[in-house]
């Protein structure tokens, strides 16, 4: 899959792209950043082919490590901690955060029901990807329209 171009998208969709890039180069420990609709669609993703080394198998030339891959993994995460946290009456979900040996994966919710994805290395300080990711959904919550979230659909089918 290649990275969709920003070439004939609306303003509001380049921001984002932009909000999106710029999370992985400012960053330190950043991987790769997803956005994915509440019915667990891609809708924006990073292009972390430039950070894939064989030895790691990350970036979008190999199966592991893929922008879909990540949006999968997004996506799943939000659905099993949504349903847990409805079982146990606790609201709405806010943030999961998984620690691996390898890496971590962060997910943040966004005001319309869309999820914010974040894998980073082991050592990354997660209370500044956490800031950043607020920093996001604060920016693109109110920006994410059903119009321009079918845009973004439109734009990834199209790079695939």
Not at 12 to 33: F, I
Not at 60 to 77: C, E, F, M, N, R
Not at 99 to 114: L, Y
Request: one cysteine or more; glycine letters at 12%; aromatic letters at 4%.
């Amino acid at each position: 899959m290649t990275a969709p171009s920003t070439f004939g998208l609306s303003t509001e969709a380049r921001n984002l792209h932009w909000l999106l890039s710029n999370l992985v180069e400012e960053v330190p420990g950043v991987h790769s950043v997803t956005v994915v609709s509440s019915d667990g669609l891609m809708l924006l993703s990073s292009d972390p082919g430039h950070l894939a080394t064989p030895a790691t198998g990350g970036g979008q030339d190999g199966p592991k490590g893929s922008s879909a891959d990540l949006a999968t993994i997004v996506s799943g995460i939000g659905s099993l901690t949504i349903g847990a946290a409805k079982l146990m009456d606790g609201g709405g979900v806010k943030q999961t955060m998984v620690a691996m040996d390898e890496g971590s994966v962060f997910v943040m919710s966004i005001s319309d029901g869309s999820l914010l994805g974040v894998h980073a290395t082991p050592d990354c300080d997660m209370s500044v990807i956490a800031y950043h990711m607020a920093l996001f959904v604060g920016r693109a919550g109110h920006v994410l329209t059903p119009e321009l979230r079918s845009e973004l659909r439109k734009s990834m089918e199209r790079a695939q």
